[in-house]
């Protein structure tokens, strides 16, 4: 992967993150985790931009999950994409708070008609 990301047209890492559906264990879980976490080290070495996607049926755990570790390991002003963004409009606050240089991509989601936005 490094060796691909080194390649000038390589612009940024991703998409990667934290994906737990209802019936993900815990082993499923910490692999996700260790991954995702090298991930971010590798995005952080090389210097690019990062394409995040969280997400988690039923409850926030993953949104929880992936910005905690992101503030482990990412510098406070890396370029972050959050890709697909569906969470509330506090945690949207909460990673803009952390990562001031996110920018948030909404899918089909946000045109829903009980969407967290309206």
Same mark, same amino acid.
């Given at each position: #992967?490094?060796?691909? =990301? $080194?390649? @000038?047209?390589?612009?940024?890492?991703?998409?990667? +993150?934290?994906?737990?559906?209802?019936?993900?264990?815990?082993?499923?879980?910490?692999?996700?985790?260790?991954?995702?976490?090298?991930?971010?080290? #590798?995005?952080?070495? =090389? $210097?690019? @931009?990062?394409?995040?996607?969280?997400?988690?049926? +039923?409850?926030?755990?993953?949104?929880?999950?992936?910005?905690?570790?992101?503030?482990?390991?990412?510098?406070?002003?890396?370029?972050?994409?959050?890709?697909?963004?569906?969470?509330?409009?506090?945690?949207?606050?909460?990673?803009?708070?952390?990562?001031?240089?996110?920018?948030?991509?909404?899918?089909?989601?946000?045109?829903?008609?009980?969407?967290?936005?309206?």
């Amino acid at each position: #992967m490094r060796d691909f =990301l $080194q390649h @000038p047209r390589a612009v940024a890492v991703g998409e990667m +993150g934290l994906n737990y559906h209802q019936n993900i264990s815990e082993a499923q879980r910490g692999a996700q985790i260790a991954v995702f976490h090298k991930q971010l080290l #590798m995005a952080v070495e =090389l $210097q690019k @931009p990062m394409v995040i996607q969280c997400r988690d049926l +039923g409850g926030s755990r993953a949104e929880i999950d992936c910005l905690a570790i992101m503030k482990s390991v990412v510098p406070r002003f890396h370029r972050i994409h959050r890709h697909c963004f569906g969470g509330s409009l506090h945690q949207m606050w909460s990673w803009k708070r952390c990562f001031p240089n996110t920018v948030f991509g909404f899918a089909g989601a946000l045109l829903r008609h009980k969407c967290k936005f309206m």
